[in-house]
């Protein structure tokens, strides 16, 4: 089993939309939980770190359910911006080293 | 620019060369991961630095492979006898010294695009 499993993509969804990604980790000492964002050719962005009781920037929101071990992001009101490739990533050492990525979910916003 | 940096951009090399990235992290930060990435994964850690100390380093990295921080700022990455599976983006991270958990988050640079021939 893979440390990380994302959904397979890729998404295509109309401008507007909700889409929701969703994540499962098999180390339960993960310490920490994040999702990045990654354009064609680019380096991978942080978007937001995710906490333990969910959090919300804008028109993401991340959960993380530490019992299932699942992570998930939600995308409201999709734009054409949106389009990249998105990346669960945890941490398992509690000195915060390696980050372990899974292989993304890539987004399509069409208008 | 106040982010991480890399040099080159890309590298052409044939095989059995070998090769030298550079990475400049974010100023201040001690912490410096390096990653590598093929097409359709994700990146896949290789080693990390906290200031000169290198504290970690993946079964990925093989005996030709080797990492430094001299003086705790600017890293490098060598590549002995390249091959072409050694053919990928190279990319590095560095994040700031705090006792946080969210602070562990990591911040990349373009990285370095590495071609085998």
């Known amino acids: 089993r893979k440390e990380v499993e994302q959904d397979p993509g890729p998404f295509n969804v109309p401008e507007g939309a909700t889409v929701a990604f969703n994540c499962t980790y098999s180390?339960?000492?993960?310490?920490?939980f994040f999702w990045y964002r990654q354009d064609c050719r680019k380096e991978p962005k942080l978007l937001m770190s995710?906490?333990?009781s969910g959090n919300e920037d804008g028109r993401f929101t991340a959960q993380l359910n530490r019992a299932s071990q699942y992570i998930s992001l939600l995308i409201r009101d999709s734009k054409l911006s949106d389009s990249a490739t998105y990346l669960c990533?945890?941490?398992?050492?509690?000195?915060?080293?390696?980050?372990?990525f899974g292989k993304g979910t890539t987004l399509s916003v069409s208008s | 620019d106040t982010g991480v940096s890399q040099d080159p951009r890309h590298k052409i090399t044939k095989r059995g060369q070998n090769v030298t990235f550079r990475c400049d992290p974010i100023?201040?930060?001690?912490?410096l991961y390096w990653y590598r990435q093929t097409l359709g994964q994700g990146p896949e850690f290789l080693t990390y630095?906290?200031?000169?100390?290198?504290?970690?380093k993946s079964r990925l990295l093989s005996d030709r492979f080797s990492a430094e921080r001299p003086k705790g700022s600017f890293s490098t990455l060598e590549i002995q006898r390249t091959e072409q599976g050694d053919s990928a983006m190279y990319l590095c991270?560095?994040?700031?010294?705090?006792?946080?958990?969210?602070?562990?988050?990591?911040?990349f640079g373009p990285g370095t695009r590495l071609t085998v021939t």
């Open positions: 630095f906290q200031n000169e100390a290198q504290l970690e």
């Open positions: 991270a560095s994040s700031p010294r705090t006792d946080r958990v969210f602070s562990y988050e990591q911040y």
């Open positions: 100023s201040e930060h001690n912490r």
């Open positions: 180390n339960s000492a993960s310490q920490s």
């Open positions: 995710v906490y333990s």
């Open positions: 990533v945890v941490n398992i050492n509690q000195a915060g080293t390696a980050l372990i």
